[in-house]
Nanobody, 118 residues
């Protein structure tokens, strides 16, 4: 069982930056792919970024070039550095994990709110 806890959300003006963190319980090591997702009110959940066990990354089209996903394996912590934030980035952000051999993300955190004002 993996438990995830996000932190670092808050309110920021457009153009600003935030760094989200996700602390994972237990030893994650290189057995899990990790990801950040977001969901705005009235919208479907959107994949923001993922990082695989080999550190390869993917980004959603709307955040590519502005957000950076990274992980600190010894600290069992996932990060999302967000820059050049836009009002449309406003959402609840969730981190998630999946065993490397699975397709679906099966472990989810409770989320952290990010609000970007214009």
């Amino acid at each position: 069982q993996v438990q995830l806890m996000e932190s670092g959300g808050g309110s920021v003006q457009a153009g600003g930056s935030l760094r989200l963190s996700c602390a994972a319980s237990g030893y994650i090591g290189r057995r899990y792919d990790m990801g950040w997702f977001r969901q705005a009110p009235g919208k479907e959940r959107e994949e923001v970024a993922t990082i695989a066990t080999d550190d390869s990354t993917t980004y959603g089209d709307s955040v590519r070039g502005r957000f950076t996903i990274s992980q600190d394996i010894p600290k069992n912590t996932l990060y999302l550095q967000m820059s050049s934030l836009k009002p449309e980035d406003t959402a609840m952000y969730y981190c998630a994990a999946r065993p490397w051999y699975m397709v679906k993300f099966v472990y989810w955190g409770q989320g952290t709110q990010v609000t970007v004002s214009s």
